[in-house]
């Protein structure tokens, strides 16, 4: 628990209000030491999360402490003290989290010390594990892939016989799309649809049974229509 003076002055108290208002717009918060590390690297820290939509800050850690402590974060003590700067996120922490470490390689005095993630604490170990998964920007990147993927083998599948039928004398009319656009086209419906829906779920029997019907009708109608063989004919008494 932060130590508090009995009446804090009025730029201290303002300073302390500010943090809590910018703390207050985020969820997350990972706090590293910035010790040994130049005014450019700092900046280049900062433009990095930012492309995360995450912001870097410096800040007072008494001033920290007293803020977190009001929004009810507390047991953060070990993770204020030193020279301290707090990544802010509002979501996909462990992507900040991960291009935190990766700076590392540029920036080797670079100390993630923990973080509060999802209202829980993280140690060192924690939040750099925590990196290594996977945000939801990657796994939809990954699901657009694998729905591509056909997609493209499909489109090459196409153009194969357009091309074959135009080399046959037999070209598609002008009004027909490529094949390949036909295809892209359908493979960015269907990953705006994934985005935002789940995977439909197919429904294979009842495809089966709609699909045997007209074979039922077509047997009944050709039994229908069929003359008696001589066989079945009446014989003369």
């Known amino acids: 628990m932060a130590v508090r003076a009995k009446k804090l002055q009025p ?3 303002a300073a302390i209000e500010e943090a809590k208002k910018i703390f207050s717009e985020y969820n997350d918060f990972i706090f590293a030491d910035y010790r040994g590390m130049t005014v450019e690297q700092i900046t280049n820290l900062r433009k990095k999360l930012r492309d995360q939509s995450a912001l870097l800050k410096v800040v007072k850690n008494n001033f920290a402490r007293i803020a977190f402590e009001d929004m009810k974060i507390d ?7 030193g020279p301290t700067v707090v990544a802010m996120v509002k979501e ?3 992507e900040v989290a991960k291009v935190m470490f990766e700076f590392k390689k540029d920036a080797p005095t670079l100390n ?3 973080a509060f993630v999802d209202k829980e604490l993280y140690d060192a170990a924690q939040i750099e594990a925590f990196s290594k998964i996977p945000g939801k920007k990657t796994l939809i990147a990954m699901l657009m892939s694998a729905i591509n993927g056909p997609a493209r083998q499909l489109a090459a599948t196409l153009q194969a016989y357009v091309d074959k039928k135009a080399a046959e004398g037999d070209a598609p009319s002008a009004e027909a ?3 390949d656009a036909l ?3 359908a493979a960015t419906s269907v990953a705006q649809q994934a985005e935002s829906t789940p995977v439909a779920e197919t429904k294979p029997a009842e495809t ?16 229908e229509s069929t003359p008696p063989s001589a066989a ?3 014989s003369a008494s």
Request: proline content about 7%.
């Open 11 to 13: 730029a201290k108290t």
């Open 208 to 223: 089966a049974s709609t699909a045997e019907a007209p074979k039922a009708d077509a047997d009944a109608s050709s039994a």
């Open 92 to 94: 996909d922490s462990n």
């Open 112 to 114: 993630v010390k923990g």
């Open 177 to 179: 799309k490529p094949a």
């Open 75 to 81: 047991n953060i003590a070990d993770y204020l003290k």
């Open 232 to 234: 079945d004919a009446p």
């Open 183 to 185: 295809a892209e086209t």
